[in-house]
T-cell receptor, first 114, second 115 residues
């Protein structure tokens, strides 16, 4: 069975600083991986996804993530954050060839201070 | 109109009321989901409808009743709710086939308050 762990429930950072949000998954087979963002009072929207191919995935709003199979990780990074990046970020995983229903992590709250 | 829409956006109800949440998607997807999002708790999958199956989270109380009349519409019928049911209820859709990536598209949610 698949599972996903987001190691940090909250990450405070100053504006224009770099940030990394951590995500580790557990699965015995190959996986698809996703990062979603949820701004206050809104639903989730896809930031980026890894399906296959290049392990470095670029998404919207300057975010990128790197798939590391040996470490079973899919950490999200941004080199310089803005106040507007303050939001909840969710990592999700689903096994290829398995159920189409993904498993979500508990979320990481990114708080960007001026 | 495109994407996933949910109505109402906000709902306040008493414990004896009956109400329904509505979700509609115009993306041609064939799987639809209800999630519950409570403060300080993980996203909770409640129900899934797809061409192949209906999936229920067995921990969801029977006072929540889903209905999916077609692949574009999903309802969540609510009756005799409790204050702890207050939460953001999110609808999502995706391509339901296992061969697809499983990327989900979410609506803006219905903020439910039970008095």
């Amino acid at each position: 069975a698949q599972s996903v762990t987001q190691l940090d429930s909250q990450v405070p950072v100053f504006e224009e600083a770099p940030v990394e949000l951590r995500c580790n998954y557990s699965s015995s087979v190959s996986v698809y991986l996703f990062w979603y963002v949820q701004y206050p009072n809104q639903g989730l929207q896809l930031l980026l996804k890894y399906l296959s191919g290049s392990t470095l995935v670029k998404g919207i709003n300057g975010f990128e993530a790197e798939f590391n199979k040996s470490q079973t990780s899919f950490h999200l990074r941004k080199p310089s954050v803005h106040i507007s990046d303050t939001a909840e970020y969710f990592c999700a995983v689903r096994e290829t060839g398995g159920s189409y229903i993904p498993t979500f992590g508990r979320g990481t709250s990114l708080i960007v201070h001026p | 109109e495109t994407g996933v829409t949910q109505t109402p956006r906000h709902l306040v109800m008493g414990m004896t009321n009956k109400k329904s949440l509505k979700c509609e998607q115009h993306l041609g997807h064939n799987a639809m989901y209800w999630y519950k999002q409570s403060a300080k708790k993980p996203l909770e999958l409640m129900f899934v409808y797809s061409l192949e199956e209906r999936v229920e989270n067995n921990s969801v109380p029977s006072r929540f009743s889903p209905e999916c009349p077609n692949s574009s519409h999903l309802f969540l019928h609510l009756h005799t709710l409790q204050p702890e049911d207050s939460a953001l209820y999110l609808c999502a859709s995706s391509r339901g086939s296992g061969a697809q990536s499983g990327e989900q598209f979410f609506g803006p949610g219905t903020r439910l308050t039970v008095l």
